[in-house]
């Protein structure tokens, strides 16, 4: 079945350390998204990329970064810049690259301590 | 002021009720995606609308361009469809998709 795979599905870290989030797709699609989701708030867009090789920040990418070196990968990594990193982050897919038919994942939580 | 605003924020109600939650915008938008996230926070895509009115099995959405409004309905509810309920847009000016908050819907058996 064709989806998209986080892992791991909980992840603790000490304050200080970079940490990265895998996303695995296998649908083919050109565009991969990630968000974090805090409580009470929207899904909030931190890098997206539209093909392999290059990506674009989103509205929150201070303190994260990605890779796109592959079709089917898109890591994220949390780096110790990140001021407040304990969060809910998703990847999503999509088709057409306007994020008009996106798939997600199912998440990652992260917890700083 | 969000762009997309949703109501109500928490909805309690019994099995068997008619649901209906609400999204308002104020961007001009090419397309409306209501969205299900389960307690386990993996997210669903239930419908993309433009114009008009989409029904799948209990689910109708609806959208008013004119009025920037949309409303999802779901019929006969049951205690599976509890859950976290998104609006999402997708901005004409750049793709650009915006959340709403959320609805949590909790239905009580």
């Known amino acids: 079945d064709g989806g998209i795979t986080q892992s791991p599905k909980y992840l603790f870290r000490k304050e200080g350390q970079n940490v990265t989030l895998s996303c695995e797709q296998n649908?083919?699609?050109?565009?991969m998204y990630w968000y974090r989701q805090d409580p009470g708030q929207g899904l909030r867009l931190i890098y997206y990329?539209?093909?392999?090789?290059?990506?674009q920040k989103g509205d929150i990418a201070e303190g994260y970064s990605v890779s796109r070196e592959k079709k089917e990968s898109f890591p994220l990594t949390v780096t110790s810049a990140q001021k407040n990193p304990t969060a809910f982050y998703l990847c999503?897919?999509?088709?057409?690259?306007?994020?008009?038919?996106?798939?997600f994942g199912n998440g990652t939580r992260l917890t700083v301590t | 002021k969000n762009e997309v605003e949703q109501s109500p924020q928490n909805l309690t109600a019994q099995e068997g009720e008619f649901i209906t939650i609400n999204c308002s915008y104020s961007?001009?938008?090419?397309?409306l995606h209501w969205l299900q996230q389960h307690p386990g926070g993996g997210i669903v895509s239930l419908f993309m609308?433009?114009?008009g009115k989409k029904k799948h099995g209990r689910l109708i959405a609806t959208i008013n361009i004119q009025e920037k409004h949309s409303s999802l309905h779901i019929t006969a509810s049951h205690p599976r469809d509890s859950a976290v309920y998104i609006c999402?847009?997708?901005?004409?000016?750049?793709?650009?998709?915006?959340f709403g908050k959320g609805t949590r819907l909790h239905i009580l058996p």
């Open positions: 999402a847009v997708s901005v004409n000016r750049d793709d650009k998709i915006i």
């Open positions: 999503a897919s999509s088709m057409y690259g306007g994020q008009l038919t996106l798939h």
């Open positions: 990329s539209q093909i392999v090789n290059d990506f």
């Open positions: 961007v001009g938008i090419s397309a």
């Open positions: 609308l433009s114009s």
């Open positions: 649908l083919n699609h050109d565009a």
